[in-house]
């Protein structure tokens, strides 16, 4: 706990020192303070987890640095830069690992435009690794790109690694997107692509196809068809998650649609400053306010729209239901998640969040959290 709790406080006290320096000075200073009541017995689930960030400003460049710690360990320190020199915007970044330690990577970049045409070099060192890529590209009413990259990957060595040409074009009814590449062995392959071609009986729909030639074990053409679809606005605050029902596309498959598959619904509204939101979703992923929580299908929430509900405090209260059928709750409650802030202070401000497990009665995380601008 001695070595956690020096850790923390040169967190602070680099946090207060760079909080003094705010005239030429920018950054945030973000803690959370996690308890996790299921972990066992006192300290066992005490996590302490710290980010600083600073920026310092002077003319056309920024100069900034991200330190992260987490449960007393420092786990990353990051320096960045961007600017403008002359034509050339430049950026660059270098990352360590401290806790390891090892250096992760140094990546530096510049483009420049010249009568219309845009020169990049994008330079990234890692362990045991170096790679530089070369881009030029033109835009107009054809667009051109180029990007050649030398590296190290296997089989290549740092005096070519491969050359990508991309070539977008109008022709006929529509935009074609062309890819030419070369690897280390030569030929890779070449393709031709559209999207957003709109039927005009059919506005809800569009298609998109692209045409592949490449060498593999044998020289191969692949024919690839896709759809979208777009029904507009439904109405009010209301999300429809719908997609195709299809089967091939691909190579003497033909392209069957059969219907469309609606796998949920999301609804909201504002009252007093106040937002609720529900969704029923039944397809894989987790969108809207159930993302992160892929276990369950339905979830509602309250939480504050802006000021002038409850001037500086702000919260959110969101429950989910389960999925298994066996639930024994009522409702099949079985999620609970809520947070809370308070600005203290222009610069300041405290928050508490809190998540339930009510199928498994735990209470699973209590934080506690603070963070400060300059």
Known sequence: MSRRAWIVGLAIAAGLCTMGLAETLGGT?????????????????????????????????????ET??????????????AGVLGAYTISGDLEFEPDTPAFTEFQVGADVNIAGVTLGADFTLVPNGTQLVLTAAVAADVIVDVTVTLGDK?????????????????????????????????????????DGLIIENL???????????????????????DTDIDLGIVGCDFDLYYRLDEEGGTNYDPLNLKGFIFEGIQIGCEIGGVQFTGITYWGAGAPGILAGYPDYWEAYQIATADDGCCGPFSFDVTVFFAEDPGATKLFDVAYFVANLEIQAASQLTFGMSLETDVQAGTVNQLTFSFDVEW
């Open 29 to 65: 200073w973000d803690t959370d303070i996690i308890l996790d009541l299921t972990a066992g017995p006192w300290p066992a689930g005490v996590n302490i987890n710290t980010e600083i960030t600073v920026e310092y400003t002077i003319g056309d460049w920024t100069f900034g640095s």
């Open 68 to 81: 992260d710690i987490e449960d007393g360990v420092w786990t990353n320190q990051d320096f960045d830069f």
């Open 154 to 194: 296997t089989d290549c060595d740092f005096d070519f690694e491969g050359l990508r040409i991309g070539v977008e074009f109008p022709f006929c009814c529509a935009n074609i997107v062309s890819k030419l590449a070369f690897d280390c062995d030569g030929f890779d392959y070449v393709q031709f692509c559209f």
């Open 203 to 225: 506005p809800w729909l569009t298609l998109g196809m692209c045409v592949k030639f490449e060498q593999a074990q044998s020289y191969s053409k692949v024919v690839t068809f």
